[in-house]
């Protein structure tokens, strides 16, 4: 990692994010240090580690598997509800209107929304978009529709008969001719 020239006898490799890195012995103490972890094989036999000489990071698992199956399935849950809806196009008038319909100030609606006050300010001026999930939240408090089914449209390419997602480079990109 550092760049060094290090014997071939004193190179160890490791895993770190992913990557597989061979690194001196400094590098190797400073990796170990931050990761807190103990270690299943320590040097390598010469220039071509054995997958058996690799070193490997031993951590304890904290999460039990049910739990991170779970969280798992959560996250896609969510991912998929937030690519199925889109936001209104008048969503600050709407949020703003209801808001002073109930008599609140942008605190309270903050508070109730566990937002900031600016973040609701900035909403209602129309110079924040909310995520799909504070959208979902400002509709159960404030009574309103502010999300509504995303429609995905097909564009037709006319030369071919053949549909299409999106727009395609030729259509986008002018040649100049010298």
């Known amino acids: 990692m550092c760049g060094r020239a290090v014997d071939k006898r004193q190179v160890k490799t490791v895993f770190v994010e992913g990557a597989l890195l061979r690194v001196c012995n400094d590098c190797y103490s400073k990796i170990m240090i931050r990761k807190g972890a103990k270690v299943s094989i320590e040097q390598s036999r010469g220039p071509a580690a054995r997958r058996s000489d690799i070193v490997k990071p031993v951590l304890r698992q904290r999460r039990s598997s049910v739990s991170r199956a779970v969280t798992v399935a959560r996250r896609s849950r969510a991912s998929r509800s937030y690519e199925r809806y889109e936001l209104v196009e008048d969503f600050a008038e709407r949020v703003r209107r209801a808001r002073e319909r109930l008599g609140w100030s942008t605190r309270v609606l903050a508070m109730k929304v566990k937002e900031s006050e600016t973040t609701i300010k900035r909403i209602e001026s129309g110079r924040l978009r909310p995520t799909i999930d ?45």
């Open 134 to 178: 504070l959208a979902r939240r400002l509709e159960e408090v404030l009574g309103v529709k502010l999300l509504v089914p995303a429609i995905d449209e097909e564009i037709f390419s006319d030369s071919k008969g053949v549909k299409g997602v999106g727009v395609t480079l030729g259509e986008i990109v002018n040649i100049r001719e010298d």
